[in-house]
């Protein structure tokens, strides 16, 4: 059972410390659709928001790479969007976002924190999302790294930026300075299509 396998609950438990009364929805894509991404997410209902946290780039059951310090490709995914109080389903779009962004990987995409990735038409292919179309990579607000008997995981906080706002990064050569000014007004760092372009 995917439930039982130690890499996913050790990320489990780690989320548990945070979040003890968050009981998330596990989101799994179907058998054969990930290959080597992502098998699925867990979407926790938090006040206000979603938090989803990917499963499956890292190593979830036996260790079978050679690297022993980090767990499968070292790293899962983490987003932040705005959730209704009585939402009970994750949105269909940031799946897609964060299936589309774990196949970039796979296909040999270097991802780390501090780069962005332009999608050129708006997150997920959802026409209300308007200019928000591109994607920042940051440390996750909550968990930046947790050990795991398959090694280290870092959390990648997936977080949307506006078309100006990536255009700024573009000329500038790092999207830093729009990360801090985001992270200074919402700490959680939502990604929310609805918000405000930061303007320099």
């Known amino acids: 059972m995917l439930e039982m396998l130690p890499g996913l609950t050790r990320i489990y438990e780690g989320w548990a410390q945070h979040y003890p009364d968050?009981?998330?929805?596990?989101?799994?894509?179907?058998?054969g659709d990930s290959g080597e991404g992502i098998d699925g997410v867990l979407a926790y209902p938090?006040?206000?928001?979603w938090l989803l946290v990917t499963f499956g780039l890292t190593e979830l059951g036996e260790k079978t790479s050679e690297e022993k310090r980090v767990s499968g490709a070292g790293?899962?995914?983490t987003c932040r969007i705005p959730r209704?109080?009585?939402d009970e389903a994750v949105p269909a779009w940031i799946l897609r976002v964060l299936h589309a962004l774990?196949?970039?990987?796979?296909?040999?995409?270097q991802l780390d924190v501090g780069?962005?990735?332009?999608?050129?038409?708006?997150?997920?292919g959802e026409a209300s999302?308007?200019?928000?179309?591109?994607?920042?990579l940051v440390p996750d607000a909550d968990i930046r790294i947790l050990?795991?008997?398959n090694g280290l995981v870092l959390f990648f906080q997936v977080v949307g930026l506006k078309t100006e706002e990536a255009a700024y990064a573009q000329e500038a050569d790092t999207v830093a300075p729009v990360i801090a000014l985001l992270r200074d007004r919402d700490p959680r760092m939502l990604t929310d299509p609805a918000r405000e372009t930061i303007r320099f």
């Open 22 to 31: 968050a009981q998330p929805l596990t989101v799994q894509f179907p058998a």
């Open 115 to 124: 780069h962005w990735i332009r999608t050129n038409a708006p997150l997920g």
């Open 147 to 149: 050990d795991t008997d």
């Open 102 to 109: 774990a196949g970039q990987y796979v296909a040999g995409a």
């Open 46 to 49: 938090l006040d206000g928001h």
């Open 75 to 77: 790293f899962e995914f």
């Open 84 to 86: 209704e109080p009585d």
């Open 129 to 136: 999302n308007g200019d928000m179309t591109s994607l920042a």
